[in-house]
Antibody, heavy 122, light 107 residues
Framework: QVQLQESGPGLVKPSETLSLTCRVS??????????WSWIRQSPGKGLQWIGY???????NYNPSLKSRVTISVDTSKNHFSLKLSSVTAADTAVYYC??????????????WGQGTLVTVSS | DIQMTQSPSSLSASVGDRVTITCRAS??????LNWYQQKPGKAPKVLIF???SLQSGVPARFSGSGSGTDFTLTISSLQPEDSATYYC?????????FGQGTKVEIK
């Protein structure tokens, strides 16, 4: 079955760029019915969708983060990545990657990676 | 953004009890509603998608219902392993949004 695994620095300085990668195993990112997403969870804001990417490179971002977010995909390495620029303490959260399953009548996040805690601090 | 409001925020129930969690959307989302279970230190796991479709492998004691703006997640007979936080999520429009969560504890 498909498994996702996040990786990247656990500590980022304020004003710098947060960079994470999600490795996909047990399946390919090049699937017609799936998108690939980033979601974060912090005590203050709960679960927040960051954005998603299709294997073709097409993206959709949360308007509240759009000016600072870039999601990319590397089909040769079967992974996708998140960059969040100009971070502040408010960006401290557990970051999850997840597959988006789509049908005509629904779309949902499954499976999820285990999550990685990113702390923004000097 | 569509706001999702869950109630209650927490509940405590005994093993074998029937438990119901409600989720209300700020506008109609038809049936584009999913339910997730999250245990401490773990990622959320989907239980129900499209309001009432049970995800493969999820015990049949979990069920979902509703359409439009009002939805419910029901656990027909609460088990000790159901102690967790439950979230609803709308997928009707971008950005997808989550409820604030309902923490279920076992008495």
């Amino acid at each position: 079955q498909v498994q996702l695994q996040e990786s990247g620095p656990g500590l980022v300085k304020p004003s710098e760029t947060l960079s994470l990668t999600c490795r996909v195993s047990g399946g390919s990112v090049k699937t017609v019915t799936n998108y690939w997403s980033w979601i974060r969870q912090s005590p203050g804001k709960g679960l927040q969708w960051i954005g998603y990417i299709y294997y073709s490179g097409s993206t959709n971002y949360n308007p509240s983060l759009k000016s600072r977010v870039t999601i990319s995909v590397d089909t040769s390495k079967n992974h996708f990545s998140l960059k969040l620029s100009s971070v502040t303490a408010a960006d401290t959260a557990v970051y999850y990657c997840a597959r988006v399953n789509t049908t005509m009548a629904a779309n949902w996040f499954d499976p999820w990676g285990q999550g990685t805690l990113v702390t923004v601090s000097s | 953004d569509i706001q999702m409001t869950q109630s209650p925020s927490s509940l405590s129930a005994s093993v074998g009890d029937r438990v119901t969690i409600t989720c209300r959307a700020s506008q109609s989302i038809i049936s584009f509603l999913n339910w997730y279970q999250q245990k401490p230190g773990k990622a959320p796991k989907v239980l129900i998608f499209a309001a009432s479709s049970l995800q493969s492998g999820v015990p049949a004691r979990f069920s979902g219902s509703g359409s439009g703006t009002d939805f419910t997640l029901t656990i027909s007979s609460l088990q000790p392993e159901d102690s967790a936080t439950y979230y609803c999520q709308q997928s009707y429009s971008t950005p997808p949004t989550f409820g604030q969560g309902t923490k279920v504890e076992i008495k």
